[in-house]
């Protein structure tokens, strides 16, 4: 019998890496590929409620256009957040931010699920997929990009919907560390992130609808300033897609 159990271990341990258990709870399930998580942990997921903001996609009080994109609106055309930023999605994003890059790929295929289900231009139009950067120096004591990671599985569920979509890592570079943000206000955050992302491949700009992709939606600080700098060289437009997005305050 324990021969059998240490068997199983080991079965479930390499089956795991194809996918049989679910990403969340590690409980077995038969769904996969269709479906990463258990039912149990799908129906925790925080999907934003009826009301979201047409432009920055965050969960809102009111219905139209969020306060903040009233008053400080995005450069992006539109952004696409599949969840919003608490309970279960939260810890889940902890989670592939701090040793479980795994999970990229659940929040990958649904950001990219999102996009293809709000998208409104010509789906023939090739997609260049442009994850946020982090500086060398803290991309190293990861041991990884979770924002990387997201973009390829984007990227591949983008695909698999009949978009022309690539990635390209090396188009936005970090020069510089910032501040956590957490606890600025809008003008403080611009500042802290002013400069500090720099377009690295021009020509691969040009002309082309960049999907930026990151792991949160905070107040736009960093997806503004990316915005800027990709629409600065010579992209048609710029959407913004992260795992999740903070509902707009009360
Ligand atoms: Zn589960
Ligand atoms: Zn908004």
């Known amino acids: 019998m324990a021969f059998f159990a ?27 590929p269709v479906y990463r998580f258990c039912e149990e942990c799908e129906s925790k997921m925080p999907r934003p409620q009826t009301k979201f903001c047409p432009k920055c996609g965050r969960e809102t009080i009111t219905d139209g256009i969020c306060l903040d994109c009233k008053s400080n609106p995005p450069k992006f055309e539109q952004g696409i957040v599949p969840f919003v930023y608490r309970g279960k999605a939260a810890s889940l994003v902890n989670r592939m931010k701090n040793g479980s890059p795994r999970l990229a790929l659940y929040f990958g295929e649904e950001m990219g ?48 919907l009949g978009f022309q979509a690539e990635q390209d890592n090396e188009v936005l570079e970090k020069r510089r560390e910032t501040a956590q943000q957490k606890h600025m206000d809008f003008r403080s955050r611009a500042d802290n992130v ?24 905070t107040t736009g600080a960093t997806s503004g300033e990316c915005t800027l700098r990709l629409l600065g060289a010579g992209a048609s437009s710029v959407y913004f897609l992260a795992a999740v997005a903070l509902a707009e305050r009360k």
């Open 194 to 217: 002013a400069g500090a992302y720099h377009v690295h491949k021009r020509n691969a700009c040009k002309e082309k609808i960049i999907l930026l992709i990151d792991d949160i939606m």
């Open 6 to 32: 240490k068997w199983l271990e080991k079965f479930r341990k390499a089956t795991a890496e194809y996918g049989y258990l679910c990403d969340s709870c590690g409980k077995e399930i038969f769904t996969y």
């Open 113 to 160: 699920r999102a996009f293809a289900a709000q998208y409104k231009g010509n789906a023939a139009q090739p997609l260049l997929v442009v994850p946020v950067p982090m500086t060398e120096k803290a991309k190293k004591e990861r041991g990884y990009n979770q924002a990387e990671r997201l973009a390829e599985a984007v990227c591949t569920e983008l695909n698999k």
